[in-house]
Each structure stands twice: as C-alpha cells, then as structure tokens.
C-alpha cells in the first residue's frame, strides 16, 4: 500500500519565511498558509471566473469539450502540482502560479493580445503576464482597504515573470531566476497546452493522426497507446496517445529537473534562482521533440486557415470597440470612467476590453456600432 504522506520539503523549497510579506500588512489565518490563501483569493476572483468564456485556441463552447481559457489553467494547476510534489517543494505556490497565470489574458487568446498591444503601443504596450499583475494588484477590488488581492510577493514575481516559448515578459534588469515553484509553472504550462492543443485539433478535424507520425514525440505516445490496448478503436488510441505527450513531457521534466537539483545541490530556494541555468527543464532530447512539435502546431493549428480568419475577426472587433470607447468615453462603465484620471484613457480602455469574455467583448462591439 502506498504511503499518502506528504514527504518533507526539500531545503530549496519556499517556506512562508519566504513569501516577501504583502504590500498591504494583514494577520495570519488560523489554520490556512498564506499561500494558501493566494490560491483561494485567485480562485474566488471575478477575473478566474472569467477565463471560462475565453479563447484557449478553438472558441469556448463552440462545441462544449473544446478547451477553454479557464479548463487550460486548470489542467497547468494539475501538471504543477503533481511536478511540485513529486519534487518535495511548495504544492501552495505552485498551484497559486497556475491558477493566476492567465488572468490578464484578453478575449480572443493571442489575437486579442497582439490587436491591444498594437493599439497600446504609444501608451505602453499590452502583455498578458504584465496584465495579470495588474488585475491581481489592482484592477481586483474585493476588500474595503485596498485594492487587489494582496497576494505574497513572491507569488507575483513568479506571475511578473512567467514564461514559456510564447510567453516573453520584459525583462527588469534582474539576472536571477524564479523559485523552483515559478519555473515548474512555466513547464506545466508547455506540457498542458501541447498535449491539449494536439487533442483539439484532432477532435476538431484540423489535423490527423497521419500527420503526426513524423514526428517522435508523437510517435512514442501513439507507440506506447498501441502496446498498452492494441485491440482499442482508434479514438481511444487517440485519446490514449494525447494523454501520452502529457505523461512524456511531465516524466521528462520531473527526471532532468531532478538531475538539476542534484548537480546544484542547493540548500535554500536563493541558490536556484541565483543558479547558472534554470533547474526545471526539459532534457535537449525531450526538448528538442518538443520544439519540432511545437513547429507543426504553429504551421498546421495555429495558422489554419480557419484559426487565421478568427484571428482577422478578433482583430476587428477588438479594434472597433477600443476606438469606439476612444471616441466616446462616456460608453465605459463608470467605475472605469473614474480611473481616467489616474490611469489615462487608453489604459482604462485596454484594462477595460482585456478583461472581457469572447462573447461579452462581441457584444460590447455590436452595441457600440449603433451608437458611435
């Protein structure tokens, strides 16, 4: 029988000695760590409700099994705690990360993201890490004594400076890395929209599993499906192989970021992050199949056809209803009307449009187009 017990925590793992403190001083909860109390206020937040009518890759609820915004977040939460504790450092923190990850992540997924970066670029730019900080520390405003959640420090450097091959934040002139605890986020993230994507795209008829045989990092999941149920209809072998990318990707990354840890030795979470390499990664074999993966996906999902016309569709829409609450700022909400003063109004608006749901931010775009 297994032994449920958690192991103890490694010396480079995050302690609450650790977490940086709050901006806002608060008192302990009884019995809830304050990381703890990170993750529940990410959960219980209107931006984390928010992320189930946002684009992953395929638009939310066109058909109900597609991934959203909000499943995807769900399932990095899952890779990352499972790495975290499989690696004896902070579960808290880790899950705290994922969860919060994409909570700046406007409507439309990365269309929208590039459409408000462009229309932001003389007024600072738009970047979903950047924009999760905000609406952590500031566009979230559920206590009467400040605004934000209040979350740990730490816990919003990792946000800050999240990253994976599609998520670059700007650098702030500091060398080190993240905690152990931020980067098995960023590799969570990898391994949870890979393996999704790939299992979307061929539910959604995209891609093929012919396709895919070219490339090793598929062909050892589909391999492995066919040894383990080789009676099995092809769906589920299918279904098997998606799950297979996942458990490939996570092995990997738990083993090399394993042999990382020993080869440092470190005794206090400082000595990764002031480490000469990242800890958490990929082997160069695993990443390398990775990267040629990856490739496909862009070629063959991310620039489909279909995926390049929603991309049109969201810039247009997007652009149409920023310039409309340009023209006609009285169209905002008042409660984002009040901060122009403060923030300036392009700013207000992109906070504004990128906290919109796909289906609100069309809506808002429709009902502005009879107005102005």
Request: glycine fraction near 6%; hydrophobic fraction near 35%.
């Amino acid at each position: 029988m297994n032994d449920e017990r958690p192991a103890s925590p490694a010396p480079y793992a995050l302690r609450v000695s650790d977490s940086g403190g709050r901006l806002h001083a608060e008192s302990e909860h009884a019995y809830r760590s304050c990381y703890q109390r990170d993750r529940d206020r990410i959960i219980h937040c209107s931006a984390f409700r928010r992320l189930d009518y946002k684009t992953q890759v395929f638009v939310p609820h066109e058909q109900d099994h597609y991934r959203t915004r909000m499943t995807h977040t769900l399932e990095v939460a899952q890779v990352a705690r499972t790495l975290a504790r499989a690696l004896r450092v902070n579960e808290d923190v880790a899950e705290a990360v994922a969860l919060a990850h994409d909570l700046g992540h406007s409507p439309f997924g990365h269309a929208g993201e590039e459409a408000l970066n462009e229309l932001m670029a003389d007024a600072g730019g738009f970047e979903h890490n950047r924009q999760s900080l905000r609406v952590v520390d500031y566009l979230e405003h559920p206590y009467p004594d400040f605004r934000g959640l209040n979350l740990t420090n730490v816990v919003r450097q990792c946000l800050a400076k999240h990253e994976t091959r599609y998520d670059k934040p700007q650098k702030n002139g500091q060398g080190s890395f993240l905690p152990l605890e931020g980067q098995i986020v960023d590799l969570s993230d990898e391994i949870a929209y890979t393996s999704a994507d790939l299992s979307d795209a061929l539910s959604a008829g995209w891609i093929t599993v012919e396709q895919l045989c070219d490339l090793e990092l598929w062909r050892r999941a589909w391999d492995n499906a066919e040894d383990v149920m080789p009676e099995a209809r092809p769906i589920h072998k299918r279904i098997s192989a998606c799950r297979g990318v996942m458990g490939i990707l996570t092995d990997d990354a738990l083993v090399e970021t394993a042999r990382r840890i020993e080869q440092l030795a470190p005794t206090r979470p400082a000595d990764v992050q002031k480490a000469s390499q990242r800890c958490a990664a990929f082997s160069s074999e695993t990443a390398d199949m990775l990267e040629k993966m990856q490739g496909f996906l862009m070629e063959s999902v991310y620039l489909h056809a279909e995926s390049r016309q929603r991309h049109t569709d969201a810039l247009l829409v997007i652009t149409g209803l920023f310039r409309a609450y340009e023209a006609e700022p009285s169209l905002l909400p008042k409660r984002y009307a009040g901060r122009i003063a403060d923030n300036g109004l392009h700013r207000v608006i992109c906070d504004y449009i990128a906290g919109m749901t796909d289906r609100f931010c069309r809506q808002e775009y429709q009902k502005t187009r009879r107005v102005v």
